[in-house]
């Protein structure tokens, strides 16, 4: 390995930009890859999306999954395809009834108790009922060329407790919080079942072609600070140890959306490879305040992105400065929303790999 400036690591030139970003290289320009970049602001999702019937009929179609998983990346030129799926595909296989409805978001069957949990179906389910999100992640994997990386996901453990305890979005995540206060081991009970259900999803997508995997845990933020670590940080230092065994050498991205300055204690307490900021964090903070060793990833406003312009070059060029000289992944601090016009999104790319720089200078 090159030692640069500073004795870092510097970027080799084979391999993929993003896998490279991953293990604590500086890329320069950083790799780029959104959040639900596959999604309703495509028309060519949309037309896949009515082809398939709706979107779970899509999510377990895996041609046309693999299908709406390449659009952005052949589209935009990204550094990585994400997986189609979806994190409510766990309870769903936990035996746990989903339905989205169209303008709704989705609706659960709602868990509430230890006698629920003792009813869901053991983490072994997962193998079988999601077996097909596998064959898109194999499906994709074939399509895609070396330099592109695939990245599987989960959902964390809490997050997804929180749809299936609420039955579905919250506003405040009243019944799921105070489940978790007033009865922290049937609770306990869901989440270490979620938990295992996540470690062998995570294993099989590994498996079968991901090169990375991110664990999105977007509700982290409503927890008050005394339950991250036994709700937020041990079930994914549990993921973590997991896939290093199970998995070893696949990256892990963190996002642990709306916890502030806890971002440091998560990374530490988890051992995560990448830490996904969301944009309430300070990227300039966070850069210093960060192991060097840590890559980071975000972390620009989606709204920058759907109102476009200067205002989005500006912004963008400042996401990438303020992470300059550390390993960067440049991403959204949460998903694409559904208003965002496509172009807005080649700009950004644009925008990221403009002024390329030899690799590590
Ligand atoms: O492109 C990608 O990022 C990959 C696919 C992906 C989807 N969902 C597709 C999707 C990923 C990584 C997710 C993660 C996900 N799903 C999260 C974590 C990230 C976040 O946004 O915080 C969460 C909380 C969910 C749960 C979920 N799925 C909700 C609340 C909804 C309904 C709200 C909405 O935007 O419609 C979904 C549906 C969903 N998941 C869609 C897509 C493209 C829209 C479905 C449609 O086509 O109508």
């Given at each position: 390995?090159?030692?640069?400036?500073?004795?870092?690591?510097?970027?080799?030139?084979?391999?993929?930009?993003?896998?490279?970003?991953?293990?604590?290289?500086?890329?320069?320009?950083?790799?780029?890859?959104?959040?639900?970049?596959?999604?309703?602001?495509?028309?060519?999702?949309?037309?896949?999306?009515?082809?398939?019937?709706?979107?779970?009929?899509?999510?377990?179609?895996?041609?046309?999954?693999?299908?709406?998983?390449?659009?952005?990346?052949?589209?935009?030129?990204?550094?990585?395809?994400?997986?189609?799926?979806?994190?409510?595909?766990?309870?769903?296989?936990?035996?746990?009834?989903?339905?989205?409805?169209?303008?709704?978001?989705?609706?659960?069957?709602?868990?509430?108790?230890?006698?629920?949990?003792?009813?869901?179906?053991?983490?072994?389910?997962?193998?079988?009922?999601?077996?097909?999100?596998?064959?898109?992640?194999?499906?994709?994997?074939?399509?895609?060329?070396?330099?592109?990386?695939?990245?599987?996901?989960?959902?964390?453990?809490?997050?997804?407790?929180?749809?299936?305890?609420?039955?579905?979005?919250?506003?405040?995540?009243?019944?799921?919080?105070?489940?978790?206060?007033?009865?922290?081991?049937?609770?306990?009970?869901?989440?270490?079942?979620?938990?295992?259900?996540?470690?062998?999803?995570?294993?099989?997508?590994?498996?079968?072609?991901?090169?990375?995997?991110?664990?999105?845990?977007?509700?982290?933020?409503?927890?008050?600070?005394?339950?991250?670590?036994?709700?937020?940080?041990?079930?994914?230092?549990?993921?973590v140890d997991a896939l290093r065994q199970q998995a070893p050498g696949t990256p892990v991205i963190g996002f642990p959306r709306g916890i502030g300055p806890a971002v440091c204690a998560y990374v530490r307490a988890?051992?995560?490879?990448?830490?996904?900021?969301?944009?309430?964090?300070?990227?300039?903070?966070?850069?210093?305040?960060?192991?060097?060793?840590?890559?980071?990833?975000?972390?620009?406003?989606?709204?920058?992105?759907e109102l476009g312009g200067d205002a989005l070059r500006r912004e963008a060029a400042r996401v990438v400065a303020a992470a300059r000289g550390?390993?960067?992944?440049?991403?959204?601090?949460?998903?694409?929303?559904?208003?965002?016009?496509?172009?807005?999104?080649?700009?950004?790319?644009?925008?990221?790999?403009?002024?390329?720089?030899?690799?590590?200078?």
């Amino acid at each position: 390995m090159d030692m640069g400036d500073g004795g870092q690591r510097v970027a080799q030139s084979t391999e993929s930009p993003l896998l490279r970003a991953l293990t604590g290289v500086r890329v320069d320009p950083p790799p780029i890859w959104l959040m639900r970049q596959a999604g309703r602001y495509l028309p060519e999702y949309r037309k896949v999306r009515a082809a398939a019937g709706g979107f779970l009929e899509l999510c377990f179609d895996p041609g046309l999954a693999a299908e709406v998983t390449l659009q952005p990346v052949r589209r935009f030129d990204l550094d990585a395809a994400i997986l189609f799926a979806d994190i409510l595909l766990v309870p769903l296989a936990l035996g746990v009834d989903l339905r989205f409805e169209t303008g709704e978001g989705p609706r659960l069957e709602p868990v509430r108790s230890a006698h629920d949990v003792a009813r869901l179906k053991p983490a072994e389910a997962v193998d079988e009922a999601l077996a097909p999100v596998c064959r898109t992640v194999a499906a994709v994997r074939a399509a895609l060329p070396a330099e592109k990386a695939l990245i599987g996901f989960a959902g964390a453990p809490w997050t997804v407790a929180t749809y299936t305890v609420e039955g579905g979005s919250s506003r405040d995540f009243a019944t799921v919080r105070r489940w978790a206060m007033a009865d922290p081991a049937g609770f306990g009970s869901l989440i270490d079942r979620i938990t295992e259900a996540t470690i062998r999803y995570l294993v099989a997508q590994v498996a079968a072609g991901a090169d990375a995997v991110q664990l999105f845990d977007s509700w982290a933020g409503a927890l008050p600070a005394e339950l991250l670590e036994p709700l937020v940080f041990a079930p994914a230092r549990r993921i973590v140890d997991a896939l290093r065994q199970q998995a070893p050498g696949t990256p892990v991205i963190g996002f642990p959306r709306g916890i502030g300055p806890a971002v440091c204690a998560y990374v530490r307490a988890t051992g995560v490879d990448a830490i996904g900021l969301d944009s309430g964090v300070d990227l300039a903070w966070a850069a210093e305040a960060l192991p060097p060793e840590v890559t980071v990833q975000g972390n620009l406003d989606p709204l920058w992105l759907e109102l476009g312009g200067d205002a989005l070059r500006r912004e963008a060029a400042r996401v990438v400065a303020a992470a300059r000289g550390r390993p960067h992944i440049f991403n959204l601090g949460h998903g694409i929303g559904k208003e965002t016009p496509a172009e807005h999104v080649a700009a950004l790319v644009a925008e990221v790999r403009r002024g390329t720089r030899e690799t590590g200078s």
